[in-house]
């Protein structure tokens, strides 16, 4: 049995999210998907143990897909790892 209706990665990465960065912060970024992938770059850049991260080259693109289709996002941080929408704290 697949978890999450057949969606391993999403439920890898929510798990991801959820141990590293709290669920509340999981249940903030779910309804995002662009906000949903910097979360789990930042859990996952946070975590240590060398697993799969996202690219600054996927950050960048999902950078430009969220500033393209749902509004204007900010890169914060060197590395790029965090999103936020520019109308959110």
Same mark, same amino acid.
């Given at each position: 049995m697949l978890p999450w209706s057949g969606h391993p990665t999403g439920f890898y990465?929510?798990?991801r999210i959820r141990d590293q960065l709290g669920s509340e912060t999981l $249940?903030? %970024? $779910? %309804?995002?998907p662009f906000s949903f992938f910097?979360?789990?770059k930042t859990a996952a850049d946070n975590s240590g143990d060398n697993r799969a991260s996202l690219s600054e080259a996927t950050v960048h693109i999902v950078h430009t897909l969220s500033n393209k289709y749902v509004g204007k996002y900010e890169l914060h941080g060197s590395s790029a790892s965090c999103l936020n929408r520019a109308d959110e704290p």
């Amino acid at each position: 049995m697949l978890p999450w209706s057949g969606h391993p990665t999403g439920f890898y990465m929510a798990n991801r999210i959820r141990d590293q960065l709290g669920s509340e912060t999981l $249940v903030r %970024g $779910v %309804g995002d998907p662009f906000s949903f992938f910097s979360l789990y770059k930042t859990a996952a850049d946070n975590s240590g143990d060398n697993r799969a991260s996202l690219s600054e080259a996927t950050v960048h693109i999902v950078h430009t897909l969220s500033n393209k289709y749902v509004g204007k996002y900010e890169l914060h941080g060197s590395s790029a790892s965090c999103l936020n929408r520019a109308d959110e704290p």
